[in-house]
């Protein structure tokens, strides 16, 4: 009996012992299988990330060329077009933008007249005072000079004027053309009636007129309130500036600045003494073949000269035309000959010694600014387009040599 009851318990255990076993290989089976899907689905997944989308393949047909230019394009588009609306922005305050600049110009002429008034004594106010009275000083000492000779001359010139066109009549009459004394008479009336037609326009010219005086009124205040508040206050001015950038920025900043400062001290001193030269050349060949009014033309040739290339050819030209009137032909080629002459050495001479240091400039570089300052602002726009230009120019070059060196 004892033996029956063991084997029967035997059978039972071996029964439950594969029945165990059964379910663990079912359990292994479906985790192997579970195993393997998620496997595949994860090898379909990658397999579905690996493969290109259309616009890669498509991407992949552009050559590399087209498309470094097309992403050299829209951004080159969207620089011209930010320089493009802040070059209107400044156009439509040219009232202000310009008085300022030329305030900054001369601020940076007479600063060192400032220091040397604070070497003698003076305080800061005391030594910016100073400086602007002897600048004006100046001005008015050479605007009073220029008047008592126009208003001695002006009588001479007038009788030579009058002479010049009585020359000019007889040779419209004796000359090639034949003219009958009735036909100039004729002439002279129809540029009177037109005269007196457009007598509208000429009023409304007047009335323009009146308006550019008052914006050079106010222009010239507010350019002697900046000269004066750039030669009193301009360090804490630039030092708050400075502190408007990032602190890891500030030196660069203050680099940039100084460069920017003397790329605009160098170029306005040596403007200042090639306009000078040019003024005394041309006013002692004037001086020397004996025609009139000698001071304003020298005045004319000193202004010209802070407007590159253009302003020494048209107080050039205004020279020879009034040697012509009062002269004659001989005359006026001899004057045409010292203008070349002091051209000529303004070029090849003073030009690469005194200013080639501030104004790093292209010639084609200086012809594009004047023209885009003459115009977005005139005459103003163009005498500051050149420094300008060439203090953005030395400030680049400062940023982007500094942004090369390695870090300490």
């Known amino acids: 009996m004892g033996s029956g009851l063991r ?3 035997v059978p039972r255990r071996l029964r439950m012992l594969r029945a165990a076993r059964a379910a663990r290989l079912d359990e292994s089976g479906e985790t192997g299988s579970s195993a393997a899907i998620s496997s595949a689905q994860g090898a379909a997944a990658i397999g579905s990330d690996s493969s290109p989308s ?10 590399v060329s087209l498309r470094v230019s097309a992403g050299w394009s829209w951004r080159l588009i969207i620089i011209g077009a930010a320089v493009y609306i802040l070059l209107m922005a400044i156009g439509r305050v040219r009232v202000v933008v310009i008085p300022i600049i030329a305030g900054l110009l001369i601020a940076a002429l007479i600063h060192p007249l400032a220091h040397r008034f604070q070497r003698l004594g003076l305080p800061r106010l005391g030594a910016a005072f100073a ?11 050479a605007a009073v000079a220029v008047g008592f000779n126009a208003a001695n001359e002006i009588p001479t ?35 009177r009636r037109n005269l007196a037609n457009n007598r509208g326009r000429l009023v409304s010219g007047v009335i323009s007129g009146a308006s550019v005086a008052a914006e050079v009124i106010t222009g010239l205040l507010v350019a002697l309130f900046s000269t004066f508040f750039f030669l009193y206050d301009g360090d804490r001015i630039w030092d708050w500036i400075v502190t408007r950038f990032p602190a890891g920025a500030e030196d660069r ?19 200042v003494f090639v306009a000078a030269v040019d003024a005394f050349g041309i006013a002692m060949g004037l001086v020397g073949v004996g025609v009139p009014l000698v001071a304003p033309l020298a005045l004319l040739t000193f202004f010209g000269g802070f407007v ?3 302003g020494a ?3 050039g030209v205004a020279a020879v035309l009034v040697t012509l009137v009062s002269g004659g032909v001989t005359d006026a080629l001899i004057i045409l000959a010292v203008v070349l002459a002091v051209q000529q050495i303004e070029g090849h001479l003073l030009q690469p010694l005194v200013m080639r240091r501030a104004v790093r400039l292209h010639p084609l570089a200086i012809v594009i600014a004047l023209s885009a300052g003459g115009v977005l602002a005139g ?24 942004g090369k060196r390695p870090p300490p």
Not at 131 to 141: C, D, I, K, P, T
Not at 388 to 401: D, E, I, K
């Open 308 to 310: 590159p290339i253009i």
């Open 313 to 315: 050819t048209v107080a």
């Open 157 to 191: 010139v007038s009788d030579q004027v009058s002479e010049g066109v009585e020359q000019i009549r007889g040779y419209l009459t004796n000359g090639p053309f034949h003219l009958s004394q009735s036909q100039i008479d004729d002439l002279v009336d129809d540029i």
């Open 54 to 63: 259309t616009a890669a393949r498509a991407e992949e047909h552009i050559p």
């Open 131 to 141: 400086a602007l009275f002897v600048f004006f000083a100046v001005l008015a000492g």
């Open 7 to 9: 084997q029967g318990i």
């Open 253 to 271: 900043v203050r680099g940039a600045g100084r460069e920017a400062w003397l790329t605009i001290t160098g170029y306005i001193r040596g403007t």
């Open 379 to 402: 005459i103003p726009g163009a005498i500051a387009a050149v420094p300008f230009v060439a203090v953005v120019n030395r400030v680049a070059g400062y940023l982007a040599a500094t």
